[in-house]
C-alpha cells in the first residue's frame, strides 16, 4: 500500500494513524503545509521505517506566510522530498497568485542549487502557470502532481517536461478525474489520498486506503489488478531510488 501525498499532522491523532499505518507496512510520504511544521511531523514519525516527511509550504496560506518561504529553503538541505508546494488559482486564492509564483519558483530554485528534490505539487486551477514554473526550472528533480486536475491537454505537456502523477479514491468519483487517470503512462503513476481532507463518506481516508483506487485504475488502462499493483510498486522503486545531481561546485 502507497501513499504519496497524506497529512498526517492534521489528523485528531496522528500518532494512532502512523501507528496502523505502520502496522500494515504501508509507505506514506507525509506532506506539510509550513515549515514550520516539518520537524514537528518529523518527531511524530520518528523511526517508522516506511513513512517519509517532506518539507512544505501549502499555497493556500502563502498570502499570509510568505515569508517562510526563507526557512523552507533554510531547511531543504536536510529534506529529500518537498511538498505540499505549488500554486492554487482557485476563487479564495486568485489574488494571492502572482505571490504564489514568487514562492513556488524561488522554492524550485533552491532544488536546483541543491542537485534537485522529490517534490509533490498542488496545481488546482493554476496547472499552467505550474507548468511554466517547472519548466523553468527543469533540474529542480523529481515533480509528481498530487490530484491533477488540469486538461488533457496539460497532462500530456506536463508528461513532456517528465512530471508524475499521484492519483487517490476521490479523484475517481469523477468522470474527469478518470479520464486523466487514464491517460497518465502506467510508468509515471502513483497512489495517494490527500487525507484527511479527501473523505470516504463521514470520515476522512486512511493511508492504507489509498491503492482503493488500484481495480478501477486497471480497468482504465486495459490490465489485471496485478500489472496495476506491480507498475505502482515499480514507480515507487524508482521514486524512492531517484538520486539528486550534486550541485556544480563554484569557482569563486
Known sequence: MIDLHCHIDLYPDPTAILD??????TFVLAVTTTPKAWRG????VGERARIRVAL???PEVVAERYGEVEL?????????YVGEVGLDGSAPHR??????VKVFDRILNECEKLGGRVLTIHSRGAAE???DSVERHPRAGLPILHWFSGSLK????AVSLGCWFS????MMRSAKGRDLAAAVPLERILTETDAPFARSGDRPLYPWEATDCVPELADLHGVDQKQMFDAIKRNLKGMAGWKSTPPARSNQ
Do not use: F, N, Y
Open 41 to 44: 511531523t518529523r518527531k511524530l
Open 167 to 170: 492519483v487517490g479514491p476521490a
Open 20 to 25: 496502523e499505518a505502520e502496522a500494515r507496512g
Open 129 to 131: 502557470r505550474v507548468l
Open 56 to 58: 512544505g509550504l501549502h
Open 95 to 100: 489574488a494571492s497568485i502572482d505571490r504564489q
Open 154 to 157: 496539460q497532462l500530456e505537456r
Open 72 to 80: 523552507l529553503c533554510a531547511l531543504m538541505p536536510e529534506a529529500r
